[in-house]
């Protein structure tokens, strides 16, 4: 339990942190900060995947209308249909991986309940590509897709509060899903010139629905960025989990070869019916140019002061160092390795509150989510032997990254269903 509890919420907390200094970006369902407004989205999905005739295909169809009504200009709507198209052609030895927004919006259709939806459309190289995506496509593809949903429904409401110095922004959202039977037929051009079309088996998927509300205040700092993450479906019972993520990057984007990241994290879990158990554990992680790897570390290698600071002295020993779980083990490193590495807090501090509430059938979910993130500095030297069994050191400095704080509560009552799960 607790390296799924520790994979899902660093995968996430440093997908979201990743972003932190990229310049800020308008509305973008979340992506980005919103500048002071009102904002409305709703969004409506699909996918298959499948395999048949030697084609692999995963596709997913999205329709979204977006209002923003930004302070002090008017009001302005967009809204279109997406697809997005992986497919590999064994036959013919092509790839496809293309974005596309439909000449034809109406060319997807799904009913407000999730009770079924069809795609019937022709992609062709004149159709419009997302923007910043990729060339668009080289030949014809004809996609007639139905979904019908089967149940059960699932529903999700969310409430969201973010600040950043004086900028703060309040979102709530409300999702329902269904789990649903999926048939697909693909068109496509021979080498010879004509078409062919491949009936792939019925697929179990799911069909999607949110619709989310944001208000924001004040004035973006140039420190700011989003953050956030989630955490799927859990057994019934109390959980806890608590993390501080430190994450240090070096060199100029996008050529930030190295990075150096420790987490700390505890977890503590009654599920229902049987006694409370807790765990705790230090991580660094160490990618450098030449290779890389995850150790589990001793808890007094570490010093940490709140959003602050933190610093790491440890020896990583060898030849078979300890390793963080569900990580691959470690290449290009020689041990021992010594690594010395500090992250001092630099601009504004980021704060969410999140609270998610989801229930499928007889099963419920509560999650509760604090997050404190704040930009840092950070530098670091590693020493370990050469290939002659001479130690030499790195050091990286002029690093930038960030800070993080994460406290999750969950209460999970009831039986999860296999069914419910089957979500997008």
């Known amino acids: 339990m607790k390296s799924i509890w520790r994979t899902a919420v660093l995968v996430a907390v440093l997908l979201a942190m990743g972003t932190m200094f990229v310049p800020t970006v308008a509305a973008q369902k979340g992506a980005g900060l919103l500048p002071a407004g009102t904002y409305r989205f709703d969004f409506t999905g699909a996918d298959f995947s499948g395999f048949a005739n030697n084609i692999s295909i995963f596709l997913d169809v999205s329709s979204g209308t977006d209002v923003a009504r930004p302070d002090g200009a ?134 999607n629905f949110n619709h989310s509300d944001v208000q924001a205040h004040g004035t973006i700092d140039p420190g700011c960025g989003p953050t956030g993450f989630g955490i799927g479906p859990t057994p019934a019972g109390h959980f806890h989990f608590f993390g501080l993520f430190a994450n240090g990057f070096f060199g100029a984007p996008p050529f930030s070869f190295d990075q150096v990241s420790l987490v700390q994290s505890s977890t503590s879990s009654q599920l229902a019916g049987r006694p409370a158990t807790g765990s705790a554990e230090d991580d660094l992680n160490v990618s450098l140019f030449s290779g890389s790897g995850c150790f589990v570390i001793p808890s007094s290698d570490v010093v940490t002061n709140g959003l602050g ?111 419910c799960l089957i979500r997008a």
């Open 309 to 419: 600071s933190a610093s790491v002295q440890t020896t990583i020993p060898g030849p078979n160092p300890p390793v963080c779980a569900g990580t691959f083990p470690p290449f290009g490193l020689n041990f021992p390795m010594t690594v010395n590495a500090t992250w001092t807090a630099q601009g504004p501090v980021m704060t969410v509150h999140d609270q998610n509430n989801y229930q499928c059938m007889g099963y419920t979910q509560a999650t509760s989510t604090f997050v404190q993130a704040v930009g840092a500095s950070s530098t670091a030297t590693i020493t370990m032997p050469d290939y002659f069994g001479n130690p030499q050191t790195q050091t990286l400095s002029g690093g930038f990254g960030n800070i993080t704080q994460v406290s999750q509560r969950v209460q999970a009552n009831g039986a999860l269903q296999q069914s």
């Open 74 to 207: 008017p009001a302005t709507t967009t809204s279109g249909t997406q697809v997005s198209l992986f497919m590999f052609d064994n036959n013919t030895v092509t790839f496809t991986f293309a974005c596309l927004l439909l000449d034809h919006p109406g060319d997807f259709a799904i009913d407000n309940r999730l009770g079924s939806a069809t795609l019937n459309t022709t992609l062709t190289p004149s159709t419009p590509t997302c923007p910043g995506f990729g060339p668009p496509l080289a030949t014809n593809i004809g996609i007639n897709a139905t979904w019908t949903g089967v149940g059960p429904l699932g529903s999700s409401t969310g409430a969201s509060d973010y600040s950043c110095a004086t900028y703060t922004a309040q979102g709530v959202n409300r999702g329902l899903t269904n789990t649903a039977s999926a048939n697909l037929i693909l068109t496509t051009v021979t080498t010879s010139g004509g078409t062919t079309n491949t009936a792939f088996p019925p697929t179990q998927t799911a069909l």
